[in-house]
Structures are given as structure tokens and as C-alpha cells.
């Protein structure tokens, strides 16, 4: 009797991916859990003990030119996240390098001394999608020197679940920047979208921060709707206290919440019911007005996104 062989297409790779490139897997500060290097072909991989024990992601890399990875995940949309800190060179131009996801460039003649600086972390993320099965290559070339990458995250771009009866959502967006925190208070709400119909119901809201050092000791941030708080504390200065020490790099902070369906936000309207309005709500350790004890107020950006829909 003849014996067919009929191939069966290997599993996609599940997101989220963490790989910690050139480096083992380990878990961070914040209980991340990050996968050892894999998926990659050619560069060399790089161990610098400076960073060991305060910033595990950015103690190791891979770097050379050409190299690639390749991770074979399923067809769909995908948020591409890559890290990086310049501890080598100390001048811009010393180190210039590209990247391109599928054939399509991300990075043209990327200079992360020029960017950000010495040491210090920077996250760069490209929405890309996944098609005919192909996956996604990621390709770093040389220009000036070798590229490199300390690691790289491929997260899920995750749809808001549609609002009831084909409605469509409400978005505003922006970033409180500079001189947002001024209080001579350790506590300040700041409005971010005003005058809501009472008859909006928020489905998704989230908040992206980028912070260079502050002297607080606590820094939180939370939001509110109709005076009901619904994005929980967060701690804006948790990511910058695994490197121990002043004028630490920018770190991010990303949130984001669906909204039971239906809404949560207000509860029970009515036609006689006033606008309501979306605040945040900051908490320190010292007053804001106190620039030295808040340099979120010169140099930070947060992020903010509500969406929503009214009902009918």
C-alpha cells in the first residue's frame, strides 16, 4: 500500500512576542516575561554588565549588518515595538542604521544618539500588518558602524468591540504636555474633555506616558468621568526606578480598558441631566508648582484617548 505524505502548515506564533535580543529570557521589574533570543539570523549577540541587574532589557543586544528576525505569526494587524539604548558611541553619526518590516522601510538612517541621547532607552512601535501567510521579517542594515537592537516586542492590535447597533465611536485624543501641572498642591485635576452629553456612554479610554525623571517620590495619575474614577492609579515613576539613578531615560506606560458593553458612564441619565466632563487626576509626594519636584512639567508627555458614543 502507498504511503502519502500530505504537510501540514506549522502553528502560527501566539502574541504577544518578547524577545530580549542577544540576551536570555527573564523577567522584568514590572513582570514582564521576556523570551531569549530567538527567531534571528546573523548579527552577533552582546552582553554589556553595566546594565544587568538595573535594566535587563537594555544589558544585552544583537548588532552587525545584515541581520534579521522572522517570526511566523498568523495574518492580522500587529503593533511592533523596538528597543533600544546607545551605550557604545558618543557622538551622533557615529552609529546610523535601517530598518524595514517586510521589504518596507521604519527606520531610515536611525541615529539613537542623535535621537535620545547616552544611554538612554528608546521605544520606537510601527503598526504593520501580516498577509498571505508570510509573517514578519524584521531587517536591520548598516550604515555607519552596525545596527543593533536590544529587544523587540510583536503585540496584537486588538479592535474596540463595536457599540450597540452599529453606532459609531467618539474618540478625542491628545497629549498634556508642558506646564499642565501647576498646583501649589500635591494633588491636581486636569480637564481633558469638557461638557459631555449626560447621555455619552465612555466604551474605551487609555493613557500612554513618557517621563524623564521626577523628584517626586509618588506620581500618579487617574482618570475620572462624572465623578466616577475610571481608570484605577497609575504609577507614572514605577518604570524608572529599575535604573537607579538621577535624570533616569524615558519610560513608557501604556493602559488601555474596554468599557463594559452598554457603558458605564453616567449610570442613570436624564434629559435634565447637566454635561459631564473627563478629568485627570494627578497625585504627587511635593507641590507641582515646585518645577524642581515635577520635571513632568517640562520635559513629559502624556497621552490620553476616551471613546464613546451617545445614546439614542
Known sequence: MPFTFTPTAAPALAV??????????????????????????????????????????????????????????ADGQYTVVLHFLEGTVTVAGARVFNVAINGVPVLANYDAWADVGFNVPVQKEFTVTAANGVGLRLAFSTVVRSAFVNAIQ???????????????LTCKKALLVAGALTAAANTQDVTVWAGLDPFFRIEHVALMNRVIWSGQSVLTVAMFAAGEQIIPDQD??????????????????????????????????????????????????????????ANLNLFGQLYWEVCGYVVQ
Request: charged fraction near 10%; hydrophobic fraction near 40%; aromatic fraction near 12%.
Open 154 to 168: 510583536i503585540l496584537p492590535v486588538v479592535a474596540a468591540p463595536p457599540p450597540p447597533g452599529g453606532i459609531t
Open 16 to 73: 504577544p512576542v518578547r524577545i530580549n535580543c542577544g540576551g536570555p529570557g527573564l523577567t522584568d521589574s514590572a513582570g514582564v516575561v521576556w523570551s531569549a533570543d530567538s527567531y534571528f539570523t546573523g548579527g552577533t549577540a552582546s552582553l554589556d554588565p553595566r546594565f544587568t541587574a538595573a535594566a535587563p532589557i537594555y544589558a544585552s543586544k544583537r548588532y552587525g549588518g545584515p541581520f534579521s528576525y522572522f517570526f511566523p505569526v
Open 236 to 293: 507614572l515613576l514605577a518604570p524608572l526606578r529599575w535604573y537607579d539613578r538621577p535624570n533616569s531615560p524615558l519610560s513608557t506606560i501604556m493602559f488601555s480598558q474596554f468599557i463594559p458593553p452598554g457603558g458605564v458612564i453616567p449610570a442613570n441619565p436624564t434629559a435634565a441631566a447637566s454635561p459631564f466632563d473627563v478629568t485627570l487626576r494627578f497625585t504627587g509626594s511635593a507641590p507641582f508648582s515646585d518645577g524642581a519636584q
